[in-house]
Protein backbone atom coordinates (compact mmCIF):
# COMPACT_ATOMS: atom_id res chain seq x y z
CA UNK A 1 0.00 0.00 0.00
CA UNK A 2 1.33 3.36 -0.85
CA UNK A 3 0.57 6.52 1.13
CA UNK A 4 -0.79 8.88 -1.61
CA UNK A 5 -1.26 12.74 -0.97
CA UNK A 6 -2.83 15.11 -3.12
CA UNK A 7 -2.33 18.81 -3.01
CA UNK A 8 -2.82 22.01 -5.17
CA UNK A 9 -6.80 22.75 -4.82
CA UNK A 10 -8.46 25.94 -3.73
CA UNK A 11 -11.47 28.34 -4.81
CA UNK A 12 -10.68 29.53 -8.72
CA UNK A 13 -13.42 31.36 -10.60
CA UNK A 14 -15.11 29.83 -13.63
CA UNK A 15 -11.99 29.85 -16.44
CA UNK A 16 -9.43 29.66 -14.02
CA UNK A 17 -6.40 27.12 -13.92
CA UNK A 18 -5.41 25.15 -10.75
CA UNK A 19 -2.30 22.45 -11.08
CA UNK A 20 -3.24 19.32 -8.95
CA UNK A 21 -0.57 17.46 -7.51
CA UNK A 22 0.26 13.95 -5.56
CA UNK A 23 2.58 11.85 -4.78
CA UNK A 24 3.44 8.42 -4.36
CA UNK A 25 5.11 6.36 -1.34
CA UNK A 26 5.71 3.38 -3.87
CA UNK A 27 8.77 1.43 -4.86
CA UNK A 28 7.89 0.93 -8.62
CA UNK A 29 5.88 4.34 -9.33
CA UNK A 30 7.56 4.55 -12.89
CA UNK A 31 6.52 0.88 -13.81
CA UNK A 32 2.47 1.66 -13.29
CA UNK A 33 -0.32 3.52 -14.71
CA UNK A 34 -1.82 6.49 -12.52
CA UNK A 35 -5.18 8.12 -12.53
CA UNK A 36 -6.95 11.23 -10.90
CA UNK A 37 -10.17 10.84 -9.97
CA UNK A 38 -12.80 13.13 -8.52
CA UNK A 39 -16.05 12.96 -6.48
CA UNK A 40 -19.17 15.21 -4.80
CA UNK A 41 -21.75 14.19 -2.89
CA UNK A 42 -23.61 12.04 -3.25
CA UNK A 43 -22.15 10.74 -6.37
CA UNK A 44 -20.11 7.75 -7.18
CA UNK A 45 -15.99 8.61 -7.53
CA UNK A 46 -15.33 9.05 -11.00
CA UNK A 47 -12.20 8.72 -13.11
CA UNK A 48 -11.00 12.14 -14.91
CA UNK A 49 -7.66 11.55 -16.57
CA UNK A 50 -5.41 8.19 -16.57
CA UNK A 51 -1.59 7.92 -17.79
CA UNK A 52 0.13 4.39 -18.24
CA UNK A 53 3.54 4.03 -17.37
CA UNK A 54 5.04 5.00 -20.99
CA UNK A 55 2.82 8.35 -20.87
CA UNK A 56 0.03 7.27 -22.61
CA UNK A 57 -3.03 9.70 -21.46
CA UNK A 58 -6.78 9.27 -21.39
CA UNK A 59 -9.42 11.47 -20.45
CA UNK A 60 -13.01 11.37 -19.78
CA UNK A 61 -15.48 13.68 -21.76
CA UNK A 62 -16.23 16.21 -19.57
CA UNK A 63 -12.47 17.47 -19.27
CA UNK A 64 -10.94 16.47 -22.89
CA UNK A 65 -9.07 19.32 -24.09
CA UNK A 66 -8.89 21.19 -21.11
CA UNK A 67 -7.34 18.86 -18.42
CA UNK A 68 -4.14 17.08 -18.74
CA UNK A 69 -2.39 14.45 -16.55
CA UNK A 70 1.75 14.04 -16.42
CA UNK A 71 4.03 12.39 -14.12
CA UNK A 72 7.40 12.51 -13.13
CA UNK A 73 8.85 9.44 -12.18
CA UNK A 74 12.03 11.05 -10.25
CA UNK A 75 9.73 12.69 -8.17
CA UNK A 76 7.29 9.87 -7.73
CA UNK A 77 4.71 12.56 -8.95
CA UNK A 78 1.51 13.07 -10.80
CA UNK A 79 0.03 16.22 -11.83
CA UNK A 80 -3.11 17.38 -13.18
CA UNK A 81 -3.08 20.85 -14.83
CA UNK A 82 -6.62 22.09 -14.89
CA UNK A 83 -7.60 24.90 -17.27
CA UNK A 84 -10.87 26.61 -18.07
CA UNK A 85 -12.37 25.33 -15.14
CA UNK A 86 -16.15 24.93 -15.01
CA UNK A 87 -18.52 24.85 -11.88
CA UNK A 88 -19.16 21.49 -12.68
CA UNK A 89 -15.58 20.61 -11.89
CA UNK A 90 -16.11 21.15 -8.27
CA UNK A 91 -14.89 18.16 -6.22
CA UNK A 92 -12.90 16.67 -4.00
CA UNK A 93 -10.02 15.54 -6.12
CA UNK A 94 -8.11 12.21 -5.71
CA UNK A 95 -4.91 10.06 -7.05
CA UNK A 96 -4.89 6.27 -7.15
CA UNK A 97 -3.18 3.66 -9.28
CA UNK A 98 -6.03 1.99 -11.37
CA UNK A 99 -5.90 -1.77 -11.29
CA UNK A 100 -9.56 -2.41 -13.21
CA UNK A 101 -12.34 -0.27 -14.60
CA UNK A 102 -13.41 0.67 -10.74
CA UNK A 103 -10.84 -0.86 -8.83
CA UNK A 104 -7.48 0.67 -7.24
CA UNK A 105 -4.61 -0.96 -5.64
CA UNK A 106 -3.97 1.80 -2.80
CA UNK A 107 -6.33 3.13 0.13
CA UNK A 108 -7.28 6.58 -0.81
CA UNK A 109 -6.07 9.86 0.41
CA UNK A 110 -7.34 12.78 1.69
CA UNK A 111 -7.83 14.03 -1.55
CA UNK A 112 -7.86 18.22 -2.14
CA UNK A 113 -10.77 20.14 -2.70
CA UNK A 114 -11.48 21.89 -6.07
CA UNK A 115 -14.18 24.42 -5.89
CA UNK A 116 -15.04 26.66 -9.43
CA UNK A 117 -17.42 29.69 -8.49
CA UNK A 118 -17.36 33.20 -9.06
Known amino acids: QAQLVESGGGLVQPGGSLRLSCTASISFFSLTSWAWYRQTPGKQREVVAT???????TYSGSVQGRFTISRDNAKKSVHLQMNNLKPDDTAVYYC????????????WGQGTQVTVSS
Open 51 to 57: ISNNGVT
Open 96 to 107: NQPTGTTSVAHN
